[in-house]
């Protein structure tokens, strides 16, 4: 049976031949590559490259591709939350498994090995400011993944439905799923300097996290719910804006995806890191060193 093309208002180029948000060709990717949220955040991390060869930005989505002891490797910023990785991951994926010139499926696809640098809020106080996280799993209470087919082969159904009781969960807000990192990624990445835990991945930095500031919460008691969940004594230990939909996207597409968080607030106990700036950095260069090691 032919492959069907895609058309020009699904997989969209620029002139130059360049994925569309990203705009990027597929020569300029890396397969290793670190995600960063903010596109400042780029530079801090391609500054220890012996070598930069692609330097590419279009709105929030920064590029620098080059060499970092030998290993080629793209540092790539997605912006704030999982809408911005739906597109991030999607357009990634199209990179290294779509023909742009046949606008067709490749018949080899690549798998991408994924790396989240990010901060991250601890929710209970055993959650160290300024220590390393990598998130076993995420918790998205987003609805990206609810657009697409086959999740069921990642979800972690049981977990999720165990959330869902215990927090009361409104239907109307969205359906929480949950979804396990890249097991050879978090081998890989772990060491005595990190801790593990269970990351819920929300929509929003205000409301949707329990912040108040003028208007007021449905749930005043969201966060204190989220600290008392706990799932075969596993608890949840921080709260972001990507990891979930970042785990789920590289498993529904094949690739591999971890997330490393640099923990910088604790809302447990109100504390905020003195020196964040430097805790992101001792972050990257970890993450660099475990990438070649």
Do not use: C
Not at 129 to 157: A, C, E, P, Q, W
Not at 211 to 236: C, G, H, M, P, S
């Amino acid at each position: 049976m032919k492959q069907e093309t895609i058309k020009p208002s699904e997989l969209i180029l620029t002139p130059e031949g360049k994925i569309y948000h990203l705009d990027l060709s597929p020569s300029q990717l890396a397969t290793t590559i670190i995600t960063v949220g903010d596109p400042g955040r780029v530079a801090e991390v391609s500054k220890y490259f012996e070598t930069i060869e692609t330097t590419a930005e279009h709105r929030e989505f920064k590029t620098h591709t080059g060499t970092y002891k030998g290993k080629r490797i793209s540092v790539i910023s997605t912006g704030i939350g999982p809408d911005n990785i739906d597109i991030v991951f999607s357009e990634l994926d199209a990179l290294v498994n779509l023909d742009f010139e046949k606008r067709q499926v490749k018949k080899k696809l690549t798998s991408l090995e994924i790396i989240r640098i990010g901060t991250s809020g601890g929710l209970t106080a055993e959650i160290v400011v300024d220590s390393f996280l990598i998130s076993t799993m995420g918790i998205g209470l987003d609805n990206v993944m609810h657009y697409y087919d086959k999740t069921d082969k990642f979800f972690n159904r049981d977990f999720a439905q165990s959330f869902i009781d215990h927090m009361q969960w409104n239907p109307d807000n969205s359906v929480p799923y949950a979804v396990e990192a890249d097991k050879n990624l978090l081998k890989k990445m772990t060491s005595d300097k990190t801790t593990q835990g269970i990351t819920i991945t929300n929509v929003g930095f205000y409301g949707p996290q329990g912040r108040v500031l003028r208007a007021k919460l449905k749930d005043e008691n969201l966060n204190e719910n989220l600290i008392t969940f706990k799932y075969k004594k596993k608890q949840i230990t921080n709260l972001e804006m990507e990891t979930a939909t970042m785990y789920a996207m590289a498993k529904l597409l094949g690739h591999h995806a971890i997330s490393m968080n640099a923990i910088i607030a604790n809302r447990a106990t109100g504390t905020f890191s003195k020196d964040a700036s430097k805790t992101i950095d001792s972050l990257i260069q970890y993450t660099l060193e475990k990438i070649v090691a």
